[in-house]
Each structure stands twice: as structure tokens, then as C-alpha cells.
């Protein structure tokens, strides 16, 4: 299935999407590709409320984005696989069930497909500013995210798998 259907199928059934996407078999490059998607498209979504920020307070908006890259596509996905192994590590001890790999590819699943949310919240934050809408699609971007992961990490270390 294309990676746009398996987005949207991923906010009705995420735990088939999952099962989906490990019977393929640990492929590192799909995981990666899936980090770094992810990382993009947060990236992308803080371009409007870093223009907002530098038109507001003369900031250089050059500046800004040079450090919203870096610490989006450079530090987060090592962080993300930092988060991934401890979960791991846990989860492995406890159940001893699922992989390492299951663990970065729900992980890093969960970041790209709540990645429209994603977007939905830099939108809000660049041309809405700070307020109730601002405070609503941040928690409906965290709450999908955690819905995703949480179902992910179910089938890797639940009964399901």
C-alpha cells in the first residue's frame, strides 16, 4: 500500500497498519527513511511559526531555521533512537517478547503518520499565534502520536504478535 493510504488507514486501524509494515521484515532503510520523513515534515511545520516569531521580534529568520534544522533533522532522530532502545530494553525485559527493530519502526511510524497533525499545529502556531486553537491541535498532534505508538508497541510486545 502506497505511504499516504497507509497514513490515513493508520487513524482508523493502526495496529493493522503495524502488522502490515513488520511483515515485511526488519528493513533498517524503511525505518530510517521513516525517521527522517518524520523529522522532515516537523521540520516543515515550524516554518510558520518561526517566520511569525522573526516578523513579530526582528529576529533573523535565517538564523532560526539554521537551528530548527539542526535540531530536527540532525538530533532528534538519534534521540528518537536513543528513546526507541530504552523502550526496548524495557519492554523486552518485561514481556520478553518483540525486537529492537519493532520498537524504532512503531516509534518512528508513529512520528510520520501523525506528521499531518503535525503540520496542522505549525499552521496554527504560524498564522493564529498562541491561544485555545494553538493548546487544541497541539494535544490532538500528541494524543495521535501516542495512540499510534501505544497501539505499535502493543502489537510488538503484546499477545497480538
Not at 521580534?57 to 532502545?85: E, I
Not at 516509534?107 to 506528521?115: E, M, R, V
Not at 496542522?120 to 493548546?135: D, H, K, R
Amino acid at each position: 500500500m502506497p505511504l499516504t493510504q497507509d497514513i490515513v488507514a493508520t487513524y482508523r486501524r493502526p495496529r493493522e497498519v503495524v502488522r502490515r509494515l513488520l511483515a515485511f521484515g526488519p528493513r533498517e532503510d524503511r525505518a530510517l527513511a521513516f525517521v527522517m520523513g518524520g523529522c522532515a515534515i516537523l521540520f516543515i511545520s515550524e516554518w510558520p511559526s518561526l517566520a511569525r516569531e522573526a516578523h513579530l521580534s526582528g529576529l533573523d529568520l535565517n538564523m532560526q531555521m539554521g537551528g530548527a534544522l539542526l535540531g530536527t533533522l540532525m538530533f532528534l532522530p538519534l534521540a528518537l533512537y536513543a528513546v526507541a532502545f530504552v523502550v526496548h530494553l524495557v519492554l523486552g525485559t518485561l514481556t520478553k517478547r518483540g525486537t529492537g527493530y519493532g520498537s524504532r519502526l512503531v516509534l518512528f511510524w508513529a512520528l510520520l503518520a501523525s506528521g499531518p497533525l503535525a503540520l496542522l499545529n505549525g499552521l496554527t502556531a504560524g498564522f493564529v499565534g498562541p491561544g485555545i486553537q494553538l493548546q487544541i491541535t497541539g494535544v490532538l498532534w500528541a494524543v495521535a502520536f501516542f495512540v499510534f505508538w501505544i497501539s505499535g508497541l502493543r502489537v510488538v510486545y503484546g499477545r497480538e504478535s
